[in-house]
C-alpha cells in the first residue's frame, strides 16, 4: 500500500522558516516525480513545487521562488521542502504528492497524495 506521510507543520512567525518532510512507502520512488501543494481555506489546492527524481529538475510557483526549496533526502524515498522568510499568505495545508510521469501538468497526472500537514504564519 502506497503511503505519503507529511510532516513539519507548524506556527511560524512571518519571516521565519519551516522545513517540511514527505516519507513515502509501498513502493520505490526513484522514478517519480515528487511535489508539493498547498490550500487555504476557501480556496482551490495550488501547485507549489516539483522535483524530477531521476535528474532532480525543479520547478517552482513564481511566488515560492527564491523563499522555498525542495530537496531530495538520503533516503531515496524521501523529499523535503524548506520555506524561509514565510509570509501569512504561505499558511496552508500542505500536501506532498508523486507522479509516475516527468512533467505533470494536471491534477489528474498525480498519482499519490498525502494527508497534508498544516502551515500557519502568524502575522
Known amino acids: 500500500q502506497v503511503q505519503l506521510v507529511e510532516s513539519g507543520g507548524g506556527a511560524v512567525q512571518a519571516g521565519g522558516s519551516l522545513r517540511l518532510s514527505c516519507a513515502a512507502s509501498g513502493r520505490t520512488f526513484s522514478t517519480y516525480t515528487m511535489g508539493w501543494f498547498r490550500q487555504s481555506p476557501g480556496k482551490e489546492r495550488e501547485f507549489v513545487v516539483a522535483i524530477s527524481w531521476r535528474r532532480g529538475e525543479t520547478r517552482y510557483e513564481d511566488s515560492v521562488k527564491g523563499r522555498f526549496t525542495i530537496s531530495r533526502g538520503d533516503a531515496v524515498n524521501t523529499v523535503y521542502l524548506q520555506m524561509n522568510d514565510l509570509k501569512p499568505e504561505d499558511g496552508a495545508i500542505y500536501y506532498c504528492?508523486?507522479?509516475?510521469?516527468?512533467?505533470?501538468?494536471?491534477?489528474?497526472?498525480?498519482?499519490?497524495w498525502g494527508q497534508g500537514t498544516q502551515v500557519t504564519v502568524l502575522s
Open positions: 504528492a508523486a507522479a509516475a510521469i516527468a512533467v505533470p501538468r494536471l491534477d489528474a497526472d498525480w498519482d499519490f
